[in-house]
């Protein structure tokens, strides 16, 4: 999986578990990434499904189901309501 | 190689391998740790973000003088990380390509052709103008953060570490990462690049600003390969610089993470090492104390991830 396809994976769960959770601030310590659009598709979705065959079955790579991968056990500890923008803007 | 020592590496046995390394320890220096710690992580290597990120951190281990606690710790790292084989990893080039010529990689790539990537390689990598082009390919797209000369740069100076019976080996790890995914970013360069000095600046500044997460830290990360690249390929450095002045802004803000430090000694899936990674680069960058103190509070505060299995 690609860095930013798994930021934003790590951000909608941020996102999911402040809004079960009563009380919790809304803020998140890593803003997702934003993936710029591509013509070819390769959005968050996309990559996320392409990078498992990165390695085949035969050199031992493994379909890792996104099942196994456990909410993270952090949590946002800050109090502070500024979410920081990614620095990622294109300036022309 | 020692069975002895990379058996328990190999099973994913943590306590079996610490107590392997600490034996390996008693009777080899650190350099000799560094070698066999490294050699492991380099034939675990796999394009995910664990594999490659253990191996990234071996490197880092390597930058800060190779502390036996720490290779420890990368040790451990790459086995948790390591994808199972069905076989050994091949270490011999495949029959070299035709010429080895630029569009061939460029072709495997697009096509995501592992082998034929590898075969250009091997008809490539022992010839004396090899570094430019190499670097020119990794340089091609920025794709997951840049990563495809991350790992490029990285590899290169293994190649030299290691020696030169896996030089090969080595450097196939870029390759494995240019197949991996796709780049569809072909960046055009707009001839606005800061210069090296003016450009780690702001890119200390934006990695403080954001308390150390890890999209700002691989900026430094990609400047910093590139920093590597330029002896070799000075048009690469400049595009890298090109990139990174047109995608970040300037981003003054309070210094929000004050002095927070932390162990190096620690599991480094939890940040994929980037703490260890930042420390490595902090001796190359300027504001080195905020670098780190940053990465420590990332360490400290961001999500782990530990439990991304193989991610």
Partial sequence: ?92 | MTPAFYSPLIERDLDGAREAISAFRAEHDNHQLFLAVTRFALLAYAPSQHAKHALLACLAAYDLGEDGDILTECALYAASSRQPWSEPPILDPPPPSGRGELAEVYEAIGGRDRLRAERWLSARYQDQDFAHDFFTVAADDFEDLGHKLIMAAAAWRLADLLGEKGRFATLRVAVWEWTAYRGTRHYRETGVALDRHSLAMRLVDNFVCERGALVPAHALFLLDAANAAEPFAPEVAMRVRDYLTNYTNEMPCNDEVGSTSASLVYNLARDYGQLLKIHALATRFPNGDRLKAAAAYNLAHAPSFEEMSFA
């Fill in chain 1, 1 to 92: 999986m690609l860095l930013p396809a798994l930021l934003a994976l790590l951000g909608c769960r941020e996102r999911k578990a402040a809004e079960h959770a009563p009380g919790t601030p809304n803020t998140q310590t890593i803003a997702p990434a934003q993936a710029d659009p591509s013509p070819t598709g390769t959005d968050a979705m996309t990559q996320t499904v392409d990078v498992e065959d990165g390695r085949s079955e035969e050199d031992g790579g493994v379909i890792t189901s996104k099942q196994t991968a456990k909410t993270p056990k952090m949590t946002t500890t800050t109090t502070a309501t500024t979410t920081h923008a990614p620095p990622k803007k294109k300036k022309s």
